[in-house]
């Protein structure tokens, strides 16, 4: 079974700092993409930024600028700096991995992290 567990979300102003990780567990033999992914209330999920194992990145155009993606491959980690937060940040925030398990490649999701930014 794999687990992916996420924290650092909370409660910041407008124009303040968040940094959210996600450690992957379980039956996992290699990561590709990791990621985070966010969810407004009414609005569909979203990408947010994506990394490949050999740290190429993909941002988003709405945090491009403002937040950064990394990884950290021996710890299975993934981590989003969040920088400049605004209102408009505030959202559940959603890990997930792309990777090879002992007999497939599958999607999995984190259980979401609340992030929720005051004007």
């Not at 609005?43 to 945090?63: F, M, W, Y």
């Not at 920088?83 to 408009?88: A, G, T, Y």
Request: charged content about 15%.
């Amino acid at each position: 079974q794999v687990q992916l567990v996420e924290s650092g979300g909370g409660l910041v102003q407008a124009g303040g700092s968040l940094r959210l990780s996600c450690a992957v567990s379980g039956s996992i033999l290699s990561i590709n993409l990791m990621g985070w992914y966010r969810q407004a209330p009414g609005k569909q999920r979203e990408l947010v930024a994506t990394i490949t194992t050999g740290g190429s990145t993909n941002i988003a155009d709405s945090v491009k600028g403002r937040f950064t993606i990394s990884r950290d491959n021996a710890k299975r980690t993934v981590y989003l700096q969040m920088d400049s937060l605004k209102p408009e940040d505030t959202a559940v925030y959603y890990c997930h991995c792309d990777a090879w398990g002992p007999w497939s490649r599958d999607v999995h999701w984190g259980q979401g992290t609340q992030v929720t930014v005051s004007s």
